[in-house]
């Protein structure tokens, strides 16, 4: 089964690489924390940096916060809402942004798999004093597919995931402009905390001089349950 994940993320990343304009290498730590708050809500902080320009350059830094709600008898179906702020390198400037979304996902486990759909609406507010903008606030409608694949005797989980990026509010027209692929390792050391290794590909498409990037990264998650 591991040696099927990894065939299909490198197998999509080498392809990406082949037919891209313009590719780079980067990486990516962060921290989670989750706490549940009453029977059906949970709320998530989450805190990450992000390196470009094969790992040399300081790209982004990003803290958010969400909240989300199931139903007990319809935890299968999720809601929420969440805001992040980032710190944005523009080379020449450094670009403040907010950034709020709100989230549908559904799940269903058969076995050891777990198969998941995420829908969200996401709006980023960029700071025209720094910047000049055509097109501010910048929205999208993000779809991910994931299937997940736990051990029964092994602290481990994998996930395999692909999400398209829908570009809204466009004078140009709504359109894909982005194919997220992102393969995950997670070990848990404890049943309230873990680390998870992943590579991700991000694949840009129908734009002006797309980049293909490819990260590595790692976040260490924890929670008060």
Known sequence: MTKHFVTIILASTILCALHAQSFDIGGIAGVDYNRDIGNS??????????FSNYFSNYDRFKSGISIDYSH????KFKIGV????????ETEYYDSRFRW?????YSEKYRQYKFSYRARFQSTYRDENRGDYKLNPKNYLRNRL????TFYTKPIKLALSTELFLRLNNPEGNFIDNIRTTFEVNYRFTRRSSMSFFVR???EIQVKNP????Y??????FSDK
């Open 82 to 89: 969440g805001a992040d702020y980032l710190n944005k390198n």
């Open 101 to 105: 979304n709100a989230t549908f996902s």
């Open 201 to 203: 590909s991000d694949n």
């Open 72 to 75: 007990p008898k319809y935890d």
């Open 216 to 221: 590595a990264g790692v976040v260490y998650k």
């Open 146 to 149: 994931e299937v997940g694949y």
């Open 211 to 214: 980049l293909n990037a490819v």
């Open 41 to 50: 809500f949970n709320i998530s902080l989450e805190e990450e940096i992000k």
